[in-house]
């Protein structure tokens, strides 16, 4: 017997033992590990929709994630979100409802260890960030108790030293100017004649110079050279703004857009391709990144007030709404036509031949002349690459209509596009 009872604790000891370290593994694994939940939440895709602080298409994570405490639930809502909306769960209603009905995707990929430790990341990030607010008046409350440095009294003292000596000085001059005035005023009667009459036989002489007939024609005819040639080039240039570059509302850098994140200028301009005008892109484009992209941005939130969109509730209000006064740069005469797409998409030219070197421009300036002139060169200097184009294929075959002795219309050359009479 005393055996039987001597093995019967040894495996209640066992059990007890194994019971132990289960309730401790759950508990580690319930705690998760933050380091791996920050690589998990960036590979998983969850920052497209989430910010730890912030409001985005989803909403911020931290503080509904840290005053959560079921973790079960958590899991579930990632796991598959629709689920929880179709059985009636109060809390995924109210998610579904404060986000217009938008459902979140289902991430059953995860594993429980995967979610516990994004949960795990999440709060630890979110209690970061809480202790930086709470430190942060702290720091500036230190500051404001220092006073001000011995730097800066020591400095205010030197400046009013020499205050005090560029006085001195400026007095000093004053009264010795004073006194060459006052000396100046005794001068004899004689000398004053004489001056009287130096300055009256500088005027003699200019007068016998002008007397010079041949000089004074020579003079005007070089004056009215020079006015002529002015007048000629101030003509010439009369509504040439090359370099023109005003300040815009918004400091939109093509440089960054363009030149360094390579996006085509057909993404924001995109009546280039297909109309006369190459058109300013609507806020909305804008929005299209900047809706996610760099919220924080003081240029951006010009945006956000033009649209009347608050950026934490994701919603517009039209009242708040107005538009973006731009500034023109590149400005043809009304009498001059041009059309975008006859030479982006029939021509093939690139913007830049144009434009310049848009995407090095920080803010946009006109690069080229835009004058009848630099026109009439370029259509002289220019191939014409008439492969592949719909437009001359259709030329080629007017001409050889033409040939044959078949008549040919207006339709037929073009003449019932929108743009002919409508531009």
């Not at 998760?32 to 994570?61: Q, V």
């Not at 970061?128 to 430190?135: G, H, M, N, V």
């Not at 011995?150 to 005090?164: D, E, H, K, Q, T």
Request: proline residues 4%.
């Amino acid at each position: 017997m005393s055996s039987i009872s001597l093995i019967f604790k040894q495996f209640s000891r066992s059990v007890l033992l194994l019971a132990c370290f289960t309730v401790w593994g759950i508990s580690a694994k319930a705690q998760g590990d933050a380091a791996k939940g920050e690589a998990t939440f960036k590979s998983a895709g969850c920052t497209g929709c989430h910010k730890i602080d912030a409001r985005m298409t989803g909403p911020a994570l931290g503080p509904i994630i840290s005053s959560e405490t079921d973790d079960k639930w958590l899991a579930s809502w990632i796991h598959n979100s629709s689920a929880l909306v179709a059985a009636k769960d109060p809390k995924a209603l109210k998610i579904y409802n404060d986000f217009s009905q938008s459902v979140m995707p289902a991430f059953p990929s995860l594993s429980d260890g995967d979610v516990s430790d994004i949960l795990a990341y999440v709060r630890a990030d979110w209690k970061k960030l809480e202790d930086a607010k709470k430190t942060a008046p702290a720091a500036g409350a230190a500051t404001e108790a220092s006073g001000p440095s011995s730097f800066v009294v020591y400095a205010l003292l030197g400046v009013i030293i020499l205050a005090f000596i560029i006085i001195l000085v400026l007095n000093r001059v004053i009264s010795t100017l004073e006194r060459l005035l006052s000396g100046k005023r005794l001068l004899p009667a004689e000398e004053e004649v004489a001056e009287e009459t130096a300055t009256a036989d500088k005027y003699a002489t200019l007068k016998k110079v002008l007397k010079n007939k041949k000089l004074v024609f020579f003079i005007l005819l070089c004056g009215t050279i020079a006015m002529g040639s002015w007048t000629w080039v101030a003509l010439w240039n009369t509504n040439v703004h090359t370099g023109y570059q005003p300040v815009q509302p918004i400091k939109y850098s093509h440089e960054l857009h363009a030149g360094i994140m390579k996006i085509e200028c057909q993404y924001c301009h995109s009546g280039a391709f297909k109309s006369k005008n190459a058109s300013i892109p609507s806020l909305n484009v804008c929005m299209n990144c900047h809706k996610v992209v760099k919220t924080e941005s003081p240029e951006i939130h010009k945006i956000y007030d033009a649209l009347g969109y608050d950026p934490q509730t994701q919603k517009y209000d039209s009242l708040k709404a107005h538009p973006i006064q731009w500034i023109r740069i590149h400005n043809l005469p009304d009498f001059a036509y041009f059309n975008h797409s006859q030479h982006v998409k029939v021509g093939g030219i690139k913007c830049q031949q144009c434009h310049g070197p848009v995407e090095t421009m920080k803010e946009v300036y006109q690069y080229s002349p835009l004058t009848m002139k630099w026109c009439i060169q370029c259509h002289k200097r220019t191939d014409v690459n008439m492969k592949g184009s719909a437009y001359y294929a259709n030329m080629e075959q007017v001409h050889d209509l033409i040939k044959r002795g078949v008549k040919v219309t207006p339709a037929q050359l073009g003449g019932i596009e929108c743009g002919k009479c409508h531009y």
